[in-house]
């Protein structure tokens, strides 16, 4: 079957540094993929992971373990700016996105 | 490069009737995909074009349709409308990553 789970919400302080993980199950695996979400604003584009490993990009970073069918997002220095949801997705053999419910992440003061 | 673009940004409707949505994909992206947003839920796949045809499909009623014109713009229609159709519609265009437009904010009363 085909299941994304992650945390439904975290609590960070402003200028620390969080990680949301994020696991996943299927047949088939194309790639993993992390967006960021403001409150009533459309998904944007954070990571993509495809090979192990970890992919740095500024103030985040996206892990990968194919074998274990983990993934992680690690945010580094938080800003308030950074309360968001983050949605992991994972991209099937059919080339299709399958969404995780998102993580609600509230950075305080 | 232009951004995803969809119409109308907001809409009201009764129940009962029905409404049609409009996305325009970034220039060269032939993929797009639907997806319906309630509060607190996830993204729920509805369905998927790529070059004119339907690749994939999620588990919605088929009061909801779509289809993709050649020039690779897409529409959806919900026909019968109900007040659980309330929600955010999303569209997002892609050559691999998926960028998304600002939505359809759908209210049924």
């Known amino acids: 079957g085909q299941n994304i789970d992650q945390p439904t919400e975290m609590t960070a302080t402003e200028g620390a540094i969080v990680q949301i993980n994020c696991t996943y199950q299927?047949?088939?695996?194309?790639?993993l993929f992390w967006y960021q979400q403001h409150a009533g604003e459309a998904p944007t584009f954070l990571s993509y992971?495809?090979l192990d490993g970890l992919e740095e990009k500024g103030r985040f970073s996206s892990f990968l373990s194919r074998s274990k069918g983990y993934s992680y997002l690690l945010l580094k220095e938080l800003q308030m700016k950074d309360s968001a949801s983050y949605l992991c997705a994972e991209m099937d053999s059919n080339y299709q996105l399958i969404w995780g419910a998102g993580t609600k992440l509230i950075i305080k003061p | 490069k232009a951004g995803v673009t969809q119409t109308p940004r907001y809409l009201i409707k009764t129940r009962g009737q029905q409404v049609t949505l409009s996305c325009s994909p970034i220039s060269g992206h032939r993929s797009v995909s639907w997806y319906q947003q309630t509060p607190g839920q996830g993204l729920q796949f509805l369905f998927e074009?790529?070059?004119?045809?339907?690749?994939n499909k999620g588990n919605f009623p088929g009061r909801f349709s779509g289809r993709q014109f050649s020039n690779s713009r897409s529409e959806m229609n919900v026909s019968t409308l109900e007040l659980g159709d309330s929600a955010l519609y999303l569209c997002?265009?892609?050559?691999?990553?998926?960028?998304f437009g600002p939505g359809t904010r759908l209210t049924v009363t």
């Open positions: 074009y790529f070059s004119e045809t339907q690749r």
């Open positions: 299927t047949s088939g695996f194309n790639g």
């Open positions: 997002a265009s892609s050559y691999y990553e998926q960028y």
């Open positions: 992971n495809v």
